[in-house]
């Protein structure tokens, strides 16, 4: 743990529209004791000779706990076909086997069964979903790779470890997760202490 005898928690997740929700799951985390890194909350340590996304990533190697919002939005601080910062943390979180806890927005499951069998041409290969144009709330469809990445849908069942992802629609249901899974410290001080023994 960096610093405190507490976890630190960093909070990953596209911004805008959304500010509301992650400035309460903030606030929430502090109240129960967590040191908190968020970027808009403006608490990521931000070093002036490194880019945005080398702070980030920076970030996501020193937390103890990864919290990951996807939303339908998929996030800025990207070149046309390059990966999202959030994207890229979640990505490093899931290469580094950060204990996490993600949370999805069911507009975007929604979006991925609707399309599942678009996703595949007549030969079953895989279609590049950054290179289909699309309108309305979803500004890329890579928003549904980030969920596939987060359950491990390349893997068997019987293999996926790390990989619970809480749907939620309202904020509030994103709010109650975030209480029944994380007010409760000293359990998540336990989980990181036997994480640590292995």
């Not at 805008?16 to 502090?30: R, S």
């Not at 979803?138 to 893997?155: G, H, N, P, S």
């Amino acid at each position: 743990m960096v610093g405190t005898k507490n976890p630190l928690i960093m909070i990953s997740s596209t911004v805008y529209g959304a500010e509301g929700l992650l400035q309460q799951v903030y606030v929430l985390l502090k109240t129960y004791g967590y040191e908190v890194w968020s970027s808009p909350s403006g608490t990521i340590p931000a070093d002036p000779g490194k880019s945005n996304f080398e702070n980030c990533l920076e970030a996501v190697d020193r937390c103890d706990v990864f919290l990951c919002f996807i939303q339908p939005v998929y996030g800025s601080g990207k070149e046309v076909r390059d990966l999202s910062i959030t994207h890229q943390e979640l990505k490093r979180s899931v290469e580094l086997d950060k204990p996490r806890w993600m949370l999805v927005h069911s507009k975007v499951t929604f979006a991925r069964r609707l399309l599942k069998q678009y996703r595949h041409d007549m030969a079953g290969n895989p279609i590049d979903l950054k290179f289909i144009p699309v309108k309305g709330e979803f500004d890329d469809l890579r928003v549904i790779d980030m969920y596939e990445l987060a359950i491990q849908a390349d893997k068997p069942l019987s293999e996926r470890k790390n990989n619970w992802v809480q749907e939620y629609h309202y904020d509030q249901d994103a709010l109650d997760f975030v209480k029944n899974q994380f007010e409760d410290i000293e359990r998540i001080i336990t989980i990181l202490e036997e994480r640590n023994k292995s």
